[in-house]
T-cell receptor, first 110, second 114 residues
Framework: DAKTTQPPSMDCAEGRAANLPCNHS???????VYWYRQIHSQGPQYIIH???NNETNEMASLIITEDRKSSTLILPHATLRDTAVYYC???????????FGTGTSLTVIP | NAGVTQTPKFQVLKTGQSMTLQCAQD?????MYWYRQDPGMGLRLIYY???????DKGEVPNGYNVSRLNKREFSLRLESAAPSQTSVYFC?????????????FGPGTRLTVT
């Protein structure tokens, strides 16, 4: 599976959009991009995933560049409860393993 | 619907002792996983079970054994605990493998080996 690169930490003002970037320059055509988050040592929580097209659900939006070498997770209106570590993972469709890096620690500031 | 449950929540072991971490899911998922997370690190896969009756090694299997007892339960055993196994252990399940299924995680077991 391709490796990912994320900034170690970011801040965001409450109520503003949080844009979390991820680089996956070695991604191959059959690899999905997943995002999970982990709030204060709880078990990770699934957020969203995508292959080529942009995706949106009730939690977030995922924007994948046309060359698929990078993506951005967007939390449209960040709240204090969104403070967490966010993991960007790429994984082949047939694979069983998720490789979690160290993620981005997002702090939402009041 | 409890999702994924893990027992115990906390455990302290002495070096050389053994123990079994229990995991159960009530979502009728086929695949189950065990991860460990060391301080300041991401999760690393120890073992997984793609379906009932099968188990496979992940990234860091040494020092561990697993049993897929039935479709609901997947246990992780430490035969002779070592301080290097001090970690938080997470169990997860997914509907299947081989497709873009998301994984659902339990609350974790915090293990300290002295």
């Amino acid at each position: 599976d391709a490796k990912t690169t994320q900034p170690p930490s970011m801040d965001c003002a409450e109520g503003r959009a949080a844009n979390l970037p991820c680089n996956h320059s070695t991604i191959s055509g059959n690899e999905y991009v997943y995002w999970y988050r982990q709030i204060h040592s709880q078990g990770p929580q699934y957020i969203i995933h995508g292959l080529k097209n942009n995706e949106t659900n009730e939690m977030a939006s995922l924007i994948i560049t046309e060359d698929r070498k990078s993506s951005t997770l967007i939390l449209p209106h960040a709240t204090l409860r969104d403070t967490a570590v966010y993991y960007c993972i790429v994984r082949v469709m047939s694979g069983n393993q998720f490789y979690f890096g160290t993620g981005t620690s997002l702090t939402v500031i009041p | 619907n409890a999702g994924v449950t893990q027992t115990p929540k906390f455990q302290v072991l002495k070096t050389g002792q053994s123990m079994t971490l229990q995991c159960a899911q009530d979502m009728n998922h086929n695949s189950m996983y065990w991860y460990r997370q060391d301080p300041g690190m991401g999760l690393r896969l120890i073992y997984y079970s793609a379906s009932e009756g099968t188990t496979d090694k992940g990234e860091v299997p040494n020092g561990y054994n697993v049993s897929r007892l039935n479709k609901r339960e997947f246990s992780l055993r430490l035969e002779s605990a070592a301080p290097s196994q001090t970690s938080v252990y997470f169990c997860a399940s997914s509907e299947g493998s081989g497709r873009a299924y998301e994984q659902y995680f339990g609350p974790g077991t915090r293990l300290t080996v002295t």
